[in-house]
Each structure stands twice: as C-alpha cells, then as structure tokens.
C-alpha cells in the first residue's frame, strides 16, 4: 500500500496538476480517501469532546470554590448557641421527667379483680374484690369488710405475679410512713389554725353590741311564732274557701256536704293544718322555756 501512495505521488508531482495513475487503482484509492475522512472527522469529534470536558471541568472547579468560600464565610460569622442543657440552673435537675415503675402496670391491671376466695398465711377471705396493689401488700374488699394483706403472708404465686421484693417493700413503707406523718403534721396545723379562728370569733361575738345571747335567741323564737301563726291562719283561710267552692248542691249532699270524689290537696289538708298547729305550739314551748331560765 505504501508503493501504492508513493507510486501516485511521484506521478501526480511528475505530471504537474494533474493525477495519472493507472486506472486498475482507482478503486482502492477511493476506499483510502474513505477511510482518511472517517478518521479525520473521528480525529475532529474527540477534540471537540475534549475541550467540552475541559470546559465542564473548568465549571465545577469554579462551582465548588464558590462553595467552600461560602460556607468558610459562614463559619467565621457564626456564633455558638449554647444547648439548652448549659442554659439551666445548677440547682435543677436537667430532665424532670417522672421515673415509671415498670412493675406499676401489672399491679394496675390486678384492680378490680373477683376472687371467690383468697387465702392467705392468716386466715381466708371470701368474696374478695382486689382494691388496689403496691410494692409491699395487697388491699382487698371482702363479704366482712376491707384488708391490707402484706406480700409476706400471701403464697409464692401471688408474689411471683407481682414481682415482689422484700428490699423495694421496705422502701415503699418508708417512704409512705414519711408522708404519713407529712399529713398528719398538716392536719395538725389545720386543726390548731380553725381552733384558733373560732377563739377569734367568740372573742368578736363577746364585744359585739349584742350582751345577751339569751335575749337574743328568745326574740328570734317570737318572730318564728309571728310567721308560723300567719302561717297556720293562711292554711285554715284557704282549707275552708275550697270547702265552700266544691261542696254538693243543697239537697245532693254527701256526708259532711263534700263530694267525696274529689280530694282535699295536700297542702291545704287537714294534715297541713296540724302540722302547723304542732308548730305553734312547739314555738310558743320553746318561748316559755326561755322565759323561765
């Protein structure tokens, strides 16, 4: 092939501008011009290739010193926020959420529990209804009343159902014993603090303008004998107009001239008026015992 291209080459020099070669040729000269141009667009291609991803490489350099610029400037400009931790008073504690016994749902699901019968190291219980249960017993209501059963005198079934520890028991009464007496102290402050409001007011009642409780009382039961005697006389005013107005007409007359078919109300009846009555009289009792003493 290289005699060939030589061979043309000497002939197209020798023969000025013109090609001459023998026409056996032309056809294998056309292939290798074919294949010089595919070879020379190819050539073409991977050049412009190349300097695109040149190009692409240049933008994403660019691109991510931009970036980095970006965030160091950030970075400088920041201030550290302090964490809500660092924030809190030393005398807090920093989480206050409540501690949960893990063994307290099992004890709460027991509530309300029917038993036909328990029995314990002491005695047995019939009808039992399970109360409530903590660490150290169990409180029942049973046909005879109520019970607080400790875990010691119950058998090792009920104390492997509820996890019973003897070390957490003690814990648990210790600490209800302290909050016992915490209440009790409290109900005694309550009760030394009313004791000395009513020495308070007993003083502001004796040096009121009223000196005598007795005259006092007795007036109150005389204005109570006033309103019960109009009262009484209201009742009897009004039992004997609904008399009038239903008795039968003359000569149709029940006994007593009342139509029986029809009831007296209760509180105009001749019940009512006795009640009233009796409280006349316990009013003007009441006066007179007063008057006396």
Do not use: C
Request: without cysteine; proline residues 6%.
């Amino acid at each position: 092939m290289k005699h060939l291209i030589w061979f043309l080459i000497v002939v197209g020099v020798a023969g000025g501008s013109e090609w001459y070669f023998p026409r056996q040729y032309a056809p294998q000269l056309a292939a290798l011009q074919q294949q010089v141009d595919q070879a020379t667009k190819a050539r073409d291609e991977a050049n412009t290739a190349s300097a695109n991803a040149a190009t692409e490489l240049a933008k994403a350099k660019e691109e991510a010193e931009v970036a980095e610029a970006t965030v160091k400037r950030i970075t400088e400009a920041s201030v550290p926020v302090p964490s809500p931790v660092a924030q809190a008073p030393a005398s807090l504690p920093v989480s206050t959420a409540p501690t949960i016994d893990p063994k307290q749902p099992i004890r709460d699901a027991a509530k309300g529990e029917k038993l036909d019968q328990l029995v314990t190291a002491s005695r047995t219980y019939q009808g039992v209804t399970i109360k409530s249960v903590d660490p150290a017993a169990v409180d029942i209501l049973f046909a005879d009343g109520a019970a607080r059963i400790p875990f010691e005198d119950m058998d090792k079934a009920w104390r492997d159902r509820f996890q019973f520890d003897p070390v957490e028991a003690k814990a648990f009464l210790a600490m209800k014993a302290e909050k016992d007496a915490t209440t009790q102290d409290s109900l005694h402050d309550q009760l030394q603090d009313m004791a000395q409001d009513q020495q308070q007011k007993a003083a502001e009642q004796a040096a009121s303008p009223i000196q005598n409780p007795k005259a006092q009382n007795l007036a109150e039961w005389k204005a109570a004998l006033v309103e019960d005697q109009k009262r009484l006389q209201d009742l009897q005013r009004k039992h004997d107009s609904w008399i009038a107005d239903h008795q039968n007409p003359k000569g149709t007359e029940s006994a007593g001239g009342v139509r029986h078919s029809v009831n007296i109300p209760d509180d105009i009846s001749s019940v009512a008026i006795q009640d009233a009555q009796n409280q006349v009289y316990a009013d003007q009792n009441q006066i007179s015992a007063l008057s006396k003493n």
